[in-house]
C-alpha cells in the first residue's frame, strides 16, 4: 500500500542545509500497523509530512497503492504532533471534524452520524458545541483523533498523537486505534517516543537512528493478534521486545 523508497530529505534555508533523512527504504502493506521510532530529531515529523504528500523529498518517493505521492492524497488522514494548530478556533467541535467530511460530499446525515459515532468514540460527545480552545490540550487532540476517525481513511498517519494525555485516556485511545484499525482495515503509520506504545500496538516497529538518519531495524512484532492492555504488557515477550527496541535506540543516540 505504502512504498517509501530510499527517501532522502533535506532543509534548505539561506547559509544552512539540513540533512534531516539520509535515506529511509520501508513498506506498508495493506491493513498494516507499523510504528516508527527513533530519537528526538532523527527525522519522524519531516518523515510523516513526506509521506502525507505535504513536503517535497529532496530524493528517492514515497508510493501510495502504485501511484507517486505529489500532494495530498485522497482517503489520506493524519494526526498532527502539534494538534494546537490543527483545529480551527473559529469552528466548533462538532463543525472541525465535520469539515473534511464535506470536502469529501458526504451527505448530512451519513455526516452527522460519523461526527457524534467518533466523538463517542474519544469520549468527547459532551463537548461538540464548544470551541477548542475551551478544552484541554488532552482533549484538543482527541478532537483531532476524532476528526482523522470520522474520515474513515484508507490510510492513517499519526504523530505521537497521545503525546498530551494522561496515561488512562491515553490507554483507552491505544485500544480505540486498534479497534478502528481492525474494523476498518485501515493501513497505519504510527510514529511514537514511546517504546512500550510502539511494542503494544504494532506488527511491526521500525527504529530509526539518528541524524543522518536511516532505517536501523525493521523489527516482527510476534505477539498474539488480539492485544489487551493487561494481558500483553505481561507477556514475558512483551518485556523481551521493548528491552530490544530500547538497546537499539540508545545505541542510535549513542552513536550520535
Ligand atoms: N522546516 C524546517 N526547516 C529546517 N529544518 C527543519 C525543519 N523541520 C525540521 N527540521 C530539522 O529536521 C530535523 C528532523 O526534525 P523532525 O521534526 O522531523 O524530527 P522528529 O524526529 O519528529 O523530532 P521529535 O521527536 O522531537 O518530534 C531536525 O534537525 C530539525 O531541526
Ligand atoms: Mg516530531
Not at 43 to 54: D, E, I, M
Not at 63 to 81: E, I, K, S, Y
Not at 82 to 109: H, I
Not at 117 to 131: K, N, Q, R, T, Y
Amino acid at each position: 500500500m505504502l512504498e517509501i523508497s530510499a527517501l532522502n530529505k533535506a532543509y534548505q534555508s539561506p547559509g544552512r542545509r539540513v540533512e534531516a533523512i539520509r535515506s529511509i527504504t520501508l513498506g506498508v502493506g495493506a491493513g498494516e500497523l507499523v510504528c516508527v521510532v527513533g530519537p528526538s530529531g532523527c527525522g519522524k515529523t519531516t518523515l510523516l509530512r513526506c509521506v502525507a504528500g505535504l513536503l517535497p523529498a529532496s530524493g528517492g518517493e514515497v508510493r501510495l497503492d502504485g501511484v507517486p505521492v505529489t500532494g495530498p492524497p485522497p482517503r489520506m488522514a493524519v494526526v498532527f504532533q502539534e494538534y494546537g494548530r490543527s483545529l480551527f478556533p473559529w469552528m466548533t467541535v462538532r463543525q472541525n471534524v465535520e469539515l473534511p467530511l464535506k470536502e469529501k460530499r458526504v451527505p448530512a446525515a451519513r455526516r452527522r452520524e460519523l461526527v457524534t459515532g467518533s466523538l463517542e468514540a474519544v469520549g468527547l460527545a459532551d463537548a461538540a458545541d464548544a470551541h477548542p480552545w475551551q478544552l484541554s490540550g488532552g482533549m484538543q487532540q482527541r478532537v483531532a483523533i476524532a476528526r482523522a476517525v470520522a474520515y474513515e481513511p484508507q490510510v492513517l498517519l499519526m504523530d505521537e498523537p497521545f503525546a498530551a494525555v494522561d496515561a488512562q485516556t491515553r490507554a483507552d485511545l491505544e485500544d480505540l486505534i486498534l479497534r478502528l484499525w481492525r474494523d476498518l482495515e485501515v493501513t497505519t503509520l504510527f510514529v511514537t517516543h514511546d517504546i512500550d506504545e510502539a511494542v503494544y500496538l504494532g506488527q511491526r516497529v521500525i527504529v530509526l537512528s539518528s541524524s543522518p538518519t536511516e532505517v536501523m531495524e525493521d523489527l516482527k512484532i510476534d505477539l498474539p493478534p488480539g492485544r489487551d492492555q493487561l494481558t500483553t504488557r505481561s507477556l514475558p515477550r512483551f518485556g523481551e521486545l521493548r528491552g530490544h527496541v530500547y538497546r537499539q535506540i540508545q545505541r542510535a543516540r549513542g552513536e550520535r
